[in-house]
């Protein structure tokens, strides 16, 4: 090795020790007599101390450098004058007797440090540079810290990792697949996997029993923020299991995860219904880390709101109110922002009503022309809400209310500061229901729209007591199906799958499938259930999520080693690009005009 | 669970607990009053009793069971009468109370059995089923260990596992890229990786030191038996090391891995040269698990067949030979054998000579009337041939005849049960050409034949002593590369990289490469390198090779869960296929008339 030791590495206890360390140059401090550097490495930054005294020539060879030149350096480990507490290597210095240059720098196009001065877009073009500061280094550290957990855990309860096929069948359920051209198969394609589903069925069919892979799947969708058009799977699949089981095994996973990363225990995950979920929360993924449940005030028999006069509530389909604990001191100010805030497109609602419970225990409405304080006392009641607390509601059609008021919670709980960063509430969500109409999802391949769609995907298993409602009323069909949910984000989802068959046919019809079109995409599937197929289910976890989810950071993007932007681009090998038409003849294609 | 133990666990300390078991039925039999019924999953074969006196029902139930159903099965652990001393669970069985068909099969169209009686094509088709048997399954067993134990070593070592991207830039060197229409960017296309290199070099310039992935890599080529389109690698690379600490690095793995997953002790890996590799063997992969070294007889300065009139010999650039120990009793008819064997379209050679040495001294050859006694024992001398053994040559064009000794050694090898399959000889070959040139082969695009490619890859770097010898003679540069080589296969290669802007621009420009295309394929690697790019090296394991190599098997084929076949073809599910009019015209693409 051209090193004896790392720069993260050299303490009180090796002082006179001769050392050989490699890095780059972090920082030059040059104070007349004494020249310091800053050598940077993965490990951490050691101190290299130079002196015109001591030896000129390396003083002032040590003097030429600028940052981020790679440099080998030889000396004794001193003890420092002036320790630097917050450095773990700030006891000691290095004085330095030889000095190799292994590779220059020209100036980088933005610091390199833990605030850097380059724009997000720069950083990108120049991600090898951004990837030296700390902070990226450290959430790439955390995923492969995560990524050797999961595979312990897992390879414990005798999970076996197996690698499915990059090149597949195209089977356009879901969003859009990337194709490859086959050049050996003419005017024939294959396709990225959107997931390994059909093959760990198979591989379940095989006997395989406990499968798990840590996987890349690609989705060719039009990107919204903070979607990647490859990403990452922990990719679970298990056999002669029933729902609670892998809920039970994957919620281990979980706990597994915190305790050994995070040092932090995790109870055993609360389960609540898709139902209760919309109901309480508004969305099938609620944050509950903070309770602000929603509550209906014009339920049908125990209308609060109705039959006085006020119009907008009468009439609409949904009224739904949330009671922000301690907060009846906003100011008019701030309920006015809040008002415009629920006015945003992206929200779209047309007002907010408030009431405020003061501490004296009287109640002041922005509709107090309509409702009396005996009437707000019922609001006030149907909320749970006491002394200082304050009281919002949203109404209009039950959809859009619902969304906006499942907004209007977190924007509150963010307001209030109850979404805690290092604080962690985990839930499973089950009983999905197993089918959504869909009226024109763009990212939905045209002939999927305006029709049933699995709200999972085709092979979830619709509860046995429900599977006589597939026929005559399929929206209502709850599915054996169960997301996990931490802080308000679905790091997992899975289900417990078709096994049969007869099924998983009748599956395919109600999605609208032609039997020759089921037989054409998922023949070998189907045929392969005739084989003795076991009962199975499984799970699948959005690895980069739950890696930007355990570093309390918002984006994925910074837990990828090289993401693509939003246009599916990698700016710093400028890929996709272009291709010779020796390469376009043959895979015998050519570009339209 | 479904059940309360597996198929493999059961003991005779278990005997009276009641147990819950689920499987597929291996075999049935029926023995009048007692029916027997072997029930197997992942993790053995138990044998379930039924007995009509116990319980009529649940025994005609029983028989009613064909291969392959899955059941689920409660019942008493007893101790058999007549143990099954080659099965694990053989001192017990289980008296069954209560009989569930979780699932029917159709017959297979194969036996389920340590030898089916299925084809290899049948044995694709139905993958799923081949998958149950239990050779095939221990063999993913076995690459499933032999990656938790590749991760265990290289995390020990501070080696962080990074996910580089699949969709990436077509830079066709090498061999062809797989490549992907990209909608959002129209008219350009992504490539799928034939490896990570040019990631895992800029990872080094990040600083990430150590870097390994266990990642899926293409490669569009004319499939030759044994070659899949995607395939595996262990892809690694360090920085501020010398060509040794990688072999140091390495070969500790490979001892870790035969360590523990064979309990094998391997001994430090000899290095030999790329010449001496050529010169001894024949080729640059040789299996040392027997020496048999070639020797050539018409060396320049000590010629032992030249001047005797024998045309063939006088006339040929080179004349070979090896010495098989103990093989001079070869009958006539073995040695036709050997000289058809030689002269198949394979090998093309026109004959072979041979020359027992016998026990009493004397030399016989198949060419006597040109070489007497005293011109043979010339022979002898040169090969180290002594009393017993046969001497066999081969002759012509210095590349064919030296191809085709190397063949011949090591079809004498395996005829003289001299290449065992329990015996792993290791080593690593270096110094390899940096450069070779390249007439055609069809697996290049075009653009690439007829001049100087690279013999590993454009990224590795000359030694620095040969250096000068780039401009004026390209062939003889020597390059910090290096292979590990095991019983004769290839199981990883790697080299010293280029890690100066300037070298790296020389090196593509010996390569054919414009300024320009240079700058469009690598200028990303070009700047990067600007910045401060320290040295670094590495090394990529073909990890299909290596779990067939631990497993003594020829085939990578049988070590990967969905393998393709020649043509490129899952012909499992069926893939590649066509896909829709609507695909296409979301790609900009069409197909060519």
């Known amino acids: 090795m051209l090193r004896t030791h790392t720069c993260g590495q050299l303490l009180l206890a090796d002082v006179n020790k001769q050392v050989t360390l490699c890095g780059w140059v972090q920082k030059t401090r040059d104070l007349g007599g004494m020249t310091f550097i800053d050598l940077r490495d993965r490990y951490g930054i050691t101190q290299l101390a130079f002196n015109l005294d001591w030896d000129k020539n390396i003083c002032e060879k040590a003097r030429e450098l600028s940052r981020e030149f790679v440099i080998k350096i030889s000396g004794t480990v001193i003890e420092r004058e002036s320790k630097n507490k917050n450095n773990p290597t700030g006891d000691i ?134 979607r990647q058009p490859e990403f990452t799977q922990i990719d679970c699949e298990m056999s002669f299991v029933e729902q609670e089981d892998i809920l039970n095994t994957f919620e281990g996973l979980i706990q597994h995860l915190f305790k050994k990363v995070k040092n932090i225990s995790i109870d055993k995950l609360p389960r609540i219904t898709y139902a209760h979920a919309m ?49 009846a001191n906003y100011t008019r100010k701030q309920l006015d922002e809040l008002t415009e805030w629920v006015k945003r497109p992206q929200i779209g609602m047309s007002g907010l009503v408030y009431a405020r419970v003061s501490e004296d225990g009287t109640i002041k409405s922005s509709v107090d022309k309509f409702y009396n304080e005996a009437a707000l006392q019922l609001w006030a009641n149907a909320c749970k809400a006491q002394k200082g607390d304050l009281i919002l509601v949203l109404s209009g059609s039950e959809n859009k209310t619902r969304k906006a008021m499942s907004e209007l919670r977190l924007e509150m709980g963010n307001r209030l500061g109850l979404r805690g960063k290092d604080k962690y509430a985990c839930l499973w969500v089950v009983d999905f229901p197993l089918l959504e109409w869909n009226e024109g999802d763009p990212n939905l391949p045209e002939s999927m729209r305006g029709r049933w769609v699995a709200k999972h995907h085709p092979f979830t298993s619709p509860k046995p007591e429900d599977v006589s409602l597939l026929t005559t009323n399929p929206g209502e069909v709850r599915a054996n199906a169960y997301d996990m949910v931490i802080n308000g984000v679905e790091v997992g989802g899975g289900s417990i799958r078709i096994y049969e068959r007869e099924l998983q046919e009748k599956m395919f019809s109600i999605l609208g499938f032609t039997r020759e079109e089921a037989q054409k995409q998922f023949g070998f599937l189907l045929h392969a259930f005739e084989f003795g197929a076991p009962p199975h289910g499984g799970i699948a976890f959005g690895f980069d999520r739950l890696c930007s989810l355990f570093a309390g950071a918002e984006s994925i993007r910074d837990f990828i080693a090289f993401p693509k932007n939003n246009h599916g681009r990698d700016t710093m090998i400028d890929a996709p690009s272009t291709i010779s038409e020796e390469q376009l003849n043959e895979l015998n294609i050519q570009l339209k005009k």
């Open 279 to 327: 109901e309480f929360y508004g969305n099938d993924k609620p944050d509950t880390r903070f309770d602000m449940h929603l509550v209906q005030l014009n339920k049908a028999q125990n209308n609060v709101v109705a039959g006085k006069n006020f119009k907008l509530f009468d009439e609409a389909e949904l009224v739904l109110a949330i009671c922000a604990k301690g907060a």
């Open 93 to 226: 210095e290095i004085r330095v007797t030889t000095l190799d240059i292994l590779n220059k720098s020209i100036t980088p196009p933005f610091t390199i440090e833990e605030q850097s001065d380059g724009g997000d877009e720069l950083r990108m073009r120049y991600r090898y540079l951004d990837l030296r500061r700390a902070s990226v280094r450290k959430n790439l550290e955390l995923r492969h810290r995560l990524a050797i957990e999961t595979r312990n855990y897992l390879d414990l309860l005798s999970f076996i990792e197996v690698e499915t096929p990059v090149l597949i069948k195209s089977t356009p359920e879901g969003a859009r697949d990337f194709v490859v051209p086959s050049r050996m198969n003419k005017n024939e394609f294959y396709a990225l996997p959107q997931s390994p589903q059909t093959f760990k069925q198979l591989l379940m069919v095989s006997g395989f029993d406990r499968y798990y892979q840590i996987v890349k799947c690609f989705r060719d969708e039009d990107l919204r923020a903070d």
